[in-house]
Antibody
Framework: QVQLQESGPGLVKPSQTLSLTCTVS??????????WSWIRQPAGKGLEWIGR???????NYNPSLKSRVTISVDTSKNQFSLKLSSVTAADTAIYYC??????????????????WGQGTLVTVSS | DIQLTQSPSFLSASVGDRVTITCRAS??????LAWYQQKPGKAPKLLIY???TLQSGVPSRFSGSGSGTEFTLTINSLQPEDFATYHC?????????FGGGTKVEIK
């Protein structure tokens, strides 16, 4: 079964760029019908979708973060990555990667996020 | 952006209780709604998608209903392992958004 694992620095200084990688195992990142997403969750708060990428390189970003976010994919390594620039303390959160599925069946486009990585805490502090 | 309002934000219940959580969307989202369960220190786990389709492996005591702007998640006969936070999510349009969460605690 497909599993996702986030990796990257747990501490980033203010104004610098946060960089995380999600490694996909147990399946190919190039499988049809799947997009690869990043979601974050500040401590004790709700979930915020950051963006997604398809293997073609096509991306969608949350407008609230769009000016600072870049998501890329490396199919040769079965990985996708997140870069968030000019970080502040407000970017401190647990960052999750997840697979977004879109399955057309019986005339309906079924959509869901599954599986998720275990999450990685990124703290922005000097 | 589509806003999702979950209610209640917190509820206290006993093992064996029937629990209902509501999620209201600020505009119609057809049936593009999913529910997730999250336990402390863990990633969210998919329970239901397309408003009422149970994810494989999820116990049948979980059920979802609704379409348009109002949705419910029902847990029949609450079990000890069900005490967690539940999140709704709309996938009708971008950006994808989540509700604020409902924490279910033991009475």
């Amino acid at each position: 079964q497909v599993q996702l694992q986030e990796s990257g620095p747990g501490l980033v200084k203010p104004s610098q760029t946060l960089s995380l990688t999600c490694t996909v195992s147990g399946g190919s990142i190039s499988s049809d019908g799947y997009y690869w997403s990043w979601i974050r969750q500040p401590a004790g708060k709700g979930l915020e979708w950051i963006g997604r990428i398809y293997i073609s390189g096509s991306t969608n970003y949350n407008p609230s973060l769009k000016s600072r976010v870049t998501i890329s994919v490396d199919t040769s390594k079965n990985q996708f990555s997140l870069k968030l620039s000019s970080v502040t303390a407000a970017d401190t959160a647990i960052y999750y990667c997840a697979r977004f599925a879109s399955l057309l069946r019986d005339g309906f486009d079924y959509r869901w996020f599954d599986p998720w990585g275990q999450g990685t805490l990124v703290t922005v502090s000097s | 952006d589509i806003q999702l309002t979950q209610s209640p934000s917190f509820l206290s219940a006993s093992v064996g209780d029937r629990v209902t959580i509501t999620c209201r969307a600020s505009q119609g989202i057809s049936s593009y709604l999913a529910w997730y369960q999250q336990k402390p220190g863990k990633a969210p786990k998919l329970l239901i998608y397309a408003a009422s389709t149970l994810q494989s492996g999820v116990p049948s005591r979980f059920s979802g209903s609704g379409s348009g702007t109002e949705f419910t998640l029902t847990i029949n006969s609450l079990q000890p392992e069900d005490f967690a936070t539940y999140h709704c999510q709309q996938l009708n349009s971008y950006p994808v958004t989540f509700g604020g969460g409902t924490k279910v605690e033991i009475k």
